[in-house]
């Protein structure tokens, strides 16, 4: 598992801003939208019918007429080593001890990596979500918080949840989702066990 993580981020490349380029050039007659999510969080409905998304808490980061783009933040699978994955990355004498969870980001492409931190840091490949909240997508940013030079408060997750055009806009129709503040002390809070029940007690619109 520690080589797929590493082969993940050493893909990334800049594989968020090439999402974003892309379902933002995308063509054709696009229906409107009455407010971008883009910045908020899409928060599970107790009722939520999709298995894969029950109790799941996503940070949008991206929500046009042309689709939407977000990452669960309270899904944790995998616990691994600092050391191992800076070994992964050919990474020579940087002592890192400790551990990072990785989290389960949504189905789509669940072997790319994505790395959600405080607005301290900032790399070629990085995209401010709020003021608070930023996205990384190139492998500089894991380097980065393996030496040591990274942010101070990070989330890794695999993974990524996507919409087409008019799909979340469905979805939210049919009573699938609350949306809520992009709390920082919700995304980047180490403890996942509660984020749901946090986002979902700050939901901003009664749907």
């Not at 993580?5 to 050493?10: A, C, E, G, M, Q």
């Not at 996503?58 to 929500?63: A, E, N, R, S, T």
């Not at 994505?114 to 840091?121: A, L, R």
């Not at 919700?186 to 509660?194: G, W």
């Amino acid at each position: 598992m520690m080589e797929i993580l590493s082969s993940s981020f050493k893909r990334l490349g800049f594989l968020l801003l090439a999402l974003i380029v892309s379902q933002s050039a995308s063509g054709g007659d696009a229906l409107e939208i009455q407010t971008s999510y883009a910045g908020r969080l899409l928060v599970a409905k107790p009722d939520m019918g999709d298995p894969r998304f029950a109790e799941s808490v996503i940070l949008m980061i991206k929500h046009s007429p042309d689709g939407a783009f977000g990452l669960v933040i309270n899904k944790p699978v995998l616990e691994v080593g600092l050391a191992e994955l800076a070994e992964g990355f050919g990474i020579a004498d940087v002592a890192t001890s400790g551990t990072a969870k990785a989290h389960f980001g949504g189905p789509v492409e669940p072997n790319l990596g994505f790395v959600i931190h405080s607005n301290d840091y900032a790399s070629a490949g990085t995209i401010a979500v709020t003021d608070t909240i930023a996205v990384s997508s190139d492998a500089r940013a894991f380097r980065d918080i393996l030496g040591g030079e990274g942010p101070q408060r990070f989330v890794f997750v695999m993974g990524y949840a996507g919409w087409s055009a008019g799909q979340l806009e469905a979805e939210i129709a049919r009573d699938d989702w609350e949306i809520a503040p992009a709390d920082r002390e919700i995304v980047l809070d180490a403890n996942s066990a509660t984020k749901w029940q946090r986002a979902l007690q700050q939901r901003l619109i009664e749907l």
